[in-house]
């Protein structure tokens, strides 16, 4: 039988790289398409008009498919897929919010539509509202996070026992033998966030990428659970982040430290103290800065020889 | 090549079944070790003349290898391990302390020494202290728990890099598909602690029992981080506790809350709303309350079914 996730989106290996904010422009998204995978530009830091360039220049760049991650919570997201729909946009991933808001408009223009959910209940959601494929992520995924706290090892057997939908798993995914765990638990492709921040295409600024290859084990937490659970990089904007928390700080107290353009003073401009740098538990794992297409080719060759260790592996 | 965690404990298949307080008594332990995993009686809840009787019962019981787990930080341990060596046990899980106080010494009377561990740090220490082999336990399991938080997808990997011993994983393992996902990611066997106090034979009481089995997706939540992580069951006693956390309470506030004999209330006595009831996130998986040997009967055969898909699994 054919994989669904290949299948779907016309792909050769059933790994997405994740849409990811001040992350994923044109660069890294064509380089992972280019590359057999399937990649999506993060419309979640973009303007319309710089999301509107970023297609332009992916679909010069490459001649595969690719896509758009959208999350919903952001305020000009009518303009973002009239651009999408307009720019002849045919895989759209939506997160942080309701599937059935969007889902049957962009279905109606021909479009691909992927949700992305951190627990059973939006799982649900996803399969009255059509969706064609769901991304179930993990407590370990960096950046905006389920309140369940449920990580992939328990997500994924979860939502498969839930729904049939092509299950795409996330959170904890950066190379071949996590990959292999995963489609163990029952899914069907792989979504991939943090290893591709720390490739060469990704638009991350080098201080960002230099402290995802110092993060140890330990080195992110899930923080401003009181606003809306993101996990983070430990460094002096987390640890004020914590202090504030662990002394009972109100949503409000907490909204006012982050203020705005946080994510993107860390993210983007590089400032990796007082920025919000927005990173997975795998960045414990990742040792290099490397070309997209070369992760890719390094998680299927460890996956395919972690695959054939399984095979030889001796219960007694 | 012999699997180095069955042929490390004389056992046929390599799952351990965690030795958990108020749960794992003789009837169990005895139970999987016929069965063929590896019993550990639980000896954080036990006086040390309890668990002289719980040893002399065991051994009627079974002739099979099984272990005792004693974790550190309770006050008589060394009368625990006076009994421990007097009557002959060959297998101690140690567990919440330092590996180098105990393990020369129970070396030097024959017995195999493994630790329990959640990050990088202690298992370079456990190397050190010439354990023989390592339990690596994520953040979704049940009871005591790291303060990384380090998930079992991203801890076995990490524990695996760092170390060449014998690695047990642990945490969100309760079927044959994640012990297949754990093998996967590096580990030799598992530990499965949640899925076995839902076991005929656990002295879990039985309004326990039928907690986990109603626990859902998000059922469980890590509290306590000020005192020592612990992952209960969303009820009355946490809620409690969540309301203190979430005002900023001291460590004194929440050590006072949680009293004495808390965590018996609940687990042994079946006083499950002001109770603490420990267990780990794989009660969302759980549907049944089964005979032990049938649970690792139905563990293996899933994790060969699991297998073989896997092997047929295809990329494109």
Chains 1, 2 share one sequence.
């Not at 990649?39 to 760049?61: F, V």
């Not at 049957?104 to 509202?129: F, R």
Request: with cysteine; aromatic share 6%.
């Amino acid at each position: 039988m054919n994989n669904r996730i290949s299948s779907l989106f016309g792909i050769k290996f059933p790994i997405i790289q994740a849409g990811m904010i001040w992350c994923s422009g044109w660069k890294l998204t064509s380089a992972v398409s280019n590359a057999g995978g399937l990649g999506l530009l993060g419309a979640g830091s973009m303007e319309p008009i710089i999301l509107e360039e970023h297609i332009r220049k992916c679909k010069n760049a490459t001649s595969k498919p690719f896509g758009v991650n959208v999350p919903l919570i952001y305020s000009r997201v009518d303009e973002q897929f009239d651009i999408i729909i307009r720019e002849g946009i045919k895989i759209v991933f939506t997160s942080a919010g309701n599937p059935t808001t969007w889902t049957t408009v962009l279905k109606q223009h021909g479009i691909t539509v992927v949700h992305v959910i951190a627990n059973v209940k939006s799982a649900l959601k996803c399969e009255q509202s059509g969706v064609d494929a769901i991304v179930a992520e993990g407590f370990e995924a960096g950046g905006h996070n389920g309140k369940e706290e449920t990580t992939t090892m328990t997500l994924i057997p979860l939502i498969r026992q839930t729904t049939n939908l092509p299950l795409i798993a996330a959170g904890g995914i950066a190379t071949g033998r996590s990959m292999l765990a995963a489609i163990a638990l029952g899914a069907d492709g792989v979504q991939v966030g943090s290893r591709f921040v720390a490739s060469e295409e990704s638009s991350a600024h080098p201080a960002f990428k230099q402290k995802i290859l110092e993060a140890g084990d330990g080195g992110t937490f899930l923080s401003m659970k009181k606003v809306v659970p993101v996990r983070l990089i430990r460094n002096s904007f987390f640890h004020q982040v914590h202090k504030l928390e662990d002394s009972g700080a109100s949503p409000e107290d907490l909204k006012e430290l982050l203020g705005r353009g946080r994510a993107k003073l860390g993210m983007f401009e590089g400032d990796t103290e007082d920025g919000e740098l927005e990173i997975g538990q795998a960045a414990a794992l990742i040792a290099s800065i490397l070309p997209a297409g070369e992760i890719l080719n390094e998680m299927i060759a460890e996956f395919e020889h972690a695959r054939k260790e399984l095979g030889e592996y001796r219960i007694s």
